[in-house]
């Protein structure tokens, strides 16, 4: 799938660029700073639910060094990452259907939830 652990790193590093990018985003929405908006939504988190499958591939045997954030945990507790991988890919997927709904307050909630799912990944798996 990929040439070089380099090119794993990049790729991994990109899917989660692009996911960040479109759920984060919507941060001041999410906070009531700015108003709602159904299609922004409904648009940007089916592009952040998309990219969420992605960046797991980008972690096999090899990629644990270079220019990487990723803790050794990533590989010596590969179930457990799996399991918050899944996480927030679940956490998402449902963000996606709040997303749908047009559901202000749905949206809300969903989000937040999503939120805790990349906080919660990062604090075990990801350095600083
Ligand atoms: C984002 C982003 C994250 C999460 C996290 C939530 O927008 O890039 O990693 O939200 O900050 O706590």
């Known amino acids: 799938q990929f040439q ?23 941060g001041p929405m999410a906070q009531g700073r700015v108003p709602f908006d159904a299609k922004v939504v409904a648009d940007n988190i089916a592009i952040a639910a998309t990219m969420s499958a992605l960046p797991f591939a980008g972690f096999g045997a090899g990629t644990d060094k270079g220019d990487t954030k990723a803790k050794p945990e990533v590989w010596s507790e590969a179930d457990k ?36 799912t990349c906080k919660g990944c990062h604090d075990d798996f990801r350095k600083e």
Do not use: C, W
Request: glycine fraction near 6%; hydrophobic fraction near 50%.
């Open 4 to 26: 070089k652990p380099e090119d794993a790193i990049k790729y991994r590093k990109a899917a989660f660029t692009v996911m960040a990018s479109h759920f984060g985003r919507l």
């Open 81 to 116: 990452f799996a399991a918050a991988a899944k996480k927030m890919q679940d956490a998402m997927a449902a963000l996606n259907v709040a997303a749908k709904s047009g559901n202000a307050d749905q949206f809300k909630a969903a989000f937040g939830e999503t939120g805790k």
